[in-house]
Protein backbone atom coordinates (compact mmCIF):
# COMPACT_ATOMS: atom_id res chain seq x y z
CA UNK A 1 0.00 0.00 0.00
CA UNK A 2 1.90 3.39 -1.10
CA UNK A 3 -0.59 5.27 0.52
CA UNK A 4 -0.26 7.81 3.14
CA UNK A 5 0.72 6.27 6.74
CA UNK A 6 -0.24 7.93 9.49
CA UNK A 7 0.82 6.91 13.12
CA UNK A 8 -0.57 6.59 15.87
CA UNK A 9 -4.29 5.93 14.50
CA UNK A 10 -5.26 6.60 18.01
CA UNK A 11 -3.52 8.44 20.91
CA UNK A 12 -4.37 9.15 24.50
CA UNK A 13 -2.70 11.58 26.57
CA UNK A 14 -3.22 13.26 30.14
CA UNK A 15 -3.30 16.84 30.29
CA UNK A 16 0.37 18.72 30.53
CA UNK A 17 1.93 15.43 28.62
CA UNK A 18 3.32 15.66 25.02
CA UNK A 19 2.11 14.34 21.82
CA UNK A 20 3.78 13.52 18.73
CA UNK A 21 1.84 12.81 15.43
CA UNK A 22 3.58 11.17 12.43
CA UNK A 23 2.82 11.42 8.60
CA UNK A 24 4.61 9.38 5.82
CA UNK A 25 3.65 10.81 2.62
CA UNK A 26 2.95 9.02 -0.86
CA UNK A 27 6.47 8.05 -2.06
CA UNK A 28 7.45 10.47 -4.73
CA UNK A 29 5.17 13.27 -2.69
CA UNK A 30 7.70 15.88 -0.94
CA UNK A 31 4.87 18.31 0.32
CA UNK A 32 2.68 17.78 2.97
CA UNK A 33 -0.40 19.76 4.72
CA UNK A 34 -1.86 18.43 8.28
CA UNK A 35 -5.48 19.58 8.97
CA UNK A 36 -7.75 19.28 12.42
CA UNK A 37 -11.07 17.57 12.32
CA UNK A 38 -13.62 18.10 15.29
CA UNK A 39 -16.36 15.82 15.26
CA UNK A 40 -19.50 16.98 12.77
CA UNK A 41 -16.69 20.01 11.84
CA UNK A 42 -14.78 20.00 8.67
CA UNK A 43 -11.22 20.26 8.16
CA UNK A 44 -8.90 23.16 9.49
CA UNK A 45 -5.81 23.72 7.55
CA UNK A 46 -2.79 23.97 10.42
CA UNK A 47 0.67 24.20 8.14
CA UNK A 48 1.48 23.33 4.35
CA UNK A 49 5.24 21.59 4.45
CA UNK A 50 8.03 21.07 2.04
CA UNK A 51 10.74 19.09 2.80
CA UNK A 52 13.13 20.89 5.46
CA UNK A 53 10.64 23.81 5.31
CA UNK A 54 7.47 25.61 6.73
CA UNK A 55 5.66 26.88 3.17
CA UNK A 56 2.81 28.17 5.34
CA UNK A 57 2.07 27.81 9.33
CA UNK A 58 -1.02 30.23 9.04
CA UNK A 59 -3.89 27.93 10.54
CA UNK A 60 -1.05 26.42 13.43
CA UNK A 61 -2.09 28.20 16.99
CA UNK A 62 0.72 30.20 18.19
CA UNK A 63 2.12 28.83 21.00
CA UNK A 64 2.82 24.25 21.89
CA UNK A 65 1.91 23.43 18.21
CA UNK A 66 4.81 23.18 15.79
CA UNK A 67 5.43 20.58 12.92
CA UNK A 68 8.74 19.44 11.09
CA UNK A 69 9.24 17.17 7.79
CA UNK A 70 12.78 16.64 7.77
CA UNK A 71 14.98 15.38 4.52
CA UNK A 72 14.58 11.82 5.99
CA UNK A 73 11.74 10.53 7.77
CA UNK A 74 8.06 11.33 8.28
CA UNK A 75 6.35 14.78 8.87
CA UNK A 76 5.84 15.12 12.86
CA UNK A 77 3.00 17.43 14.36
CA UNK A 78 3.97 17.94 17.67
CA UNK A 79 1.72 19.33 20.89
CA UNK A 80 3.35 20.53 24.10
CA UNK A 81 1.46 20.38 27.09
CA UNK A 82 -1.99 19.06 25.76
CA UNK A 83 -5.33 20.54 26.37
CA UNK A 84 -8.87 19.03 26.79
CA UNK A 85 -9.40 21.44 24.00
CA UNK A 86 -6.40 19.85 21.23
CA UNK A 87 -8.94 16.34 21.51
CA UNK A 88 -9.65 15.97 17.40
CA UNK A 89 -9.03 14.10 14.45
CA UNK A 90 -5.37 14.99 12.71
CA UNK A 91 -4.99 14.23 9.36
CA UNK A 92 -2.21 14.75 6.83
CA UNK A 93 -2.23 14.60 3.47
CA UNK A 94 0.45 14.77 0.90
CA UNK A 95 1.18 15.93 -3.20
CA UNK A 96 3.25 15.57 -5.57
CA UNK A 97 5.16 18.44 -6.97
CA UNK A 98 3.30 18.89 -10.07
CA UNK A 99 0.01 18.28 -9.00
CA UNK A 100 -2.49 19.68 -6.81
CA UNK A 101 -4.08 16.07 -5.98
CA UNK A 102 -3.87 16.27 -1.68
CA UNK A 103 -4.36 12.29 -0.69
CA UNK A 104 -5.49 11.93 2.79
CA UNK A 105 -3.93 9.51 5.30
CA UNK A 106 -6.59 7.47 7.83
CA UNK A 107 -5.98 10.07 10.33
CA UNK A 108 -4.60 10.21 14.19
CA UNK A 109 -7.43 10.56 16.74
CA UNK A 110 -6.26 12.12 20.06
CA UNK A 111 -7.68 12.33 23.35
CA UNK A 112 -6.83 14.22 26.19
CA UNK A 113 -7.92 12.94 29.57
CA UNK B 1 -18.41 34.97 5.99
CA UNK B 2 -16.59 32.07 5.78
CA UNK B 3 -14.77 31.11 2.22
CA UNK B 4 -16.20 28.42 1.03
CA UNK B 5 -19.93 27.07 2.59
CA UNK B 6 -21.68 23.67 2.10
CA UNK B 7 -24.76 22.64 4.09
CA UNK B 8 -24.28 20.07 6.86
CA UNK B 9 -27.64 18.05 6.05
CA UNK B 10 -28.10 15.73 7.00
CA UNK B 11 -29.52 14.67 3.58
CA UNK B 12 -31.62 11.25 3.62
CA UNK B 13 -32.62 10.00 0.17
CA UNK B 14 -34.07 6.53 -1.31
CA UNK B 15 -31.71 3.94 -2.72
CA UNK B 16 -31.84 4.53 -6.60
CA UNK B 17 -32.32 8.49 -6.10
CA UNK B 18 -30.07 11.05 -7.80
CA UNK B 19 -28.16 13.13 -4.98
CA UNK B 20 -27.15 16.67 -5.52
CA UNK B 21 -24.35 18.12 -3.51
CA UNK B 22 -23.43 21.84 -3.54
CA UNK B 23 -21.34 24.37 -2.88
CA UNK B 24 -20.54 28.25 -3.00
CA UNK B 25 -17.64 30.03 -1.99
CA UNK B 26 -16.41 34.02 -1.92
CA UNK B 27 -12.86 33.78 -3.46
CA UNK B 28 -12.89 34.45 -7.10
CA UNK B 29 -9.46 33.40 -6.80
CA UNK B 30 -10.55 29.54 -6.64
CA UNK B 31 -9.32 27.47 -9.46
CA UNK B 32 -8.83 24.07 -7.94
CA UNK B 33 -12.27 22.30 -7.21
CA UNK B 34 -12.19 19.21 -5.09
CA UNK B 35 -14.84 16.64 -4.11
CA UNK B 36 -13.85 14.44 -1.43
CA UNK B 37 -15.72 11.47 0.53
CA UNK B 38 -15.06 10.44 3.93
CA UNK B 39 -16.95 7.74 5.92
CA UNK B 40 -17.06 7.51 9.36
CA UNK B 41 -13.79 7.93 11.16
CA UNK B 42 -12.11 7.23 8.41
CA UNK B 43 -8.98 10.07 6.19
CA UNK B 44 -11.17 12.01 2.88
CA UNK B 45 -10.68 9.84 0.01
CA UNK B 46 -10.49 12.14 -3.19
CA UNK B 47 -13.47 11.48 -5.62
CA UNK B 48 -13.41 14.00 -8.05
CA UNK B 49 -11.17 17.00 -9.12
CA UNK B 50 -11.61 19.87 -11.63
CA UNK B 51 -9.74 22.48 -13.09
CA UNK B 52 -11.63 26.10 -13.61
CA UNK B 53 -14.92 25.87 -14.97
CA UNK B 54 -16.86 22.59 -16.83
CA UNK B 55 -18.18 19.57 -16.19
CA UNK B 56 -16.41 16.22 -15.21
CA UNK B 57 -17.45 12.68 -15.34
CA UNK B 58 -16.65 9.54 -13.92
CA UNK B 59 -18.79 6.77 -13.23
CA UNK B 60 -22.11 7.56 -11.40
CA UNK B 61 -20.26 10.68 -10.46
CA UNK B 62 -20.30 14.23 -12.16
CA UNK B 63 -18.41 17.61 -10.91
CA UNK B 64 -20.14 20.77 -12.19
CA UNK B 65 -17.97 24.22 -11.80
CA UNK B 66 -19.81 27.40 -12.60
CA UNK B 67 -17.47 30.39 -11.78
CA UNK B 68 -19.70 33.06 -12.57
CA UNK B 69 -22.05 31.86 -9.78
CA UNK B 70 -19.59 30.60 -7.73
CA UNK B 71 -21.13 27.67 -7.41
CA UNK B 72 -19.94 23.78 -7.32
CA UNK B 73 -21.93 20.67 -7.94
CA UNK B 74 -21.69 16.87 -7.35
CA UNK B 75 -24.23 14.53 -8.73
CA UNK B 76 -24.73 11.12 -7.77
CA UNK B 77 -26.27 9.11 -10.06
CA UNK B 78 -28.31 5.71 -8.88
CA UNK B 79 -27.19 5.91 -5.18
CA UNK B 80 -26.51 3.31 -3.10
CA UNK B 81 -26.46 2.85 0.64
CA UNK B 82 -22.77 2.40 0.15
CA UNK B 83 -22.47 6.06 -0.84
CA UNK B 84 -23.76 7.25 2.21
CA UNK B 85 -20.66 9.12 3.99
CA UNK B 86 -19.97 13.21 4.52
CA UNK B 87 -18.51 14.72 1.27
CA UNK B 88 -16.68 17.72 1.68
CA UNK B 89 -15.84 20.57 -0.98
CA UNK B 90 -12.59 21.58 -1.51
CA UNK B 91 -11.06 24.11 -3.55
CA UNK B 92 -7.31 26.44 -3.78
CA UNK B 93 -6.02 29.17 -5.75
CA UNK B 94 -2.85 29.43 -7.41
CA UNK B 95 -0.16 30.23 -6.27
CA UNK B 96 -1.63 29.94 -2.63
CA UNK B 97 -1.01 26.65 -0.99
CA UNK B 98 -3.78 25.81 1.63
CA UNK B 99 -7.00 24.02 0.38
CA UNK B 100 -10.11 25.37 1.59
CA UNK B 101 -12.77 23.04 2.84
CA UNK B 102 -16.36 23.18 3.24
CA UNK B 103 -18.28 21.72 6.19
CA UNK B 104 -19.14 18.61 4.79
CA UNK B 105 -22.86 17.06 4.17
CA UNK B 106 -24.05 14.17 5.67
CA UNK B 107 -25.48 11.66 2.98
CA UNK B 108 -27.71 8.75 3.83
CA UNK B 109 -28.93 6.88 1.32
CA UNK B 110 -31.44 4.40 2.48
CA UNK B 111 -32.46 1.02 1.03
Known amino acids: NAGVMQNPRHLVRRRGQEARLRCSPM?????VYWYRQLPEEGLKFMVYLQKENIIDESGMPKERFSAEFPKEGPSILRIQQVVRGDSAAYFC???????????FGQGTRLTVV | QKEVEQDPGPLSVPEGAIVSLNCTYS??????FMWYRQYSRKGPELLMYTYSSGNKEDGRFTAQVDKSSKYISLFIRDSQPSDSATYLC???????????FGQGTRLTINP
Open chain 1, 93 to 103: ASISDASTEAF
Open chain 2, 27 to 32: NSAFQY
Open chain 1, 27 to 31: KGHSH
Open chain 2, 90 to 100: AMKSPGAQKLV
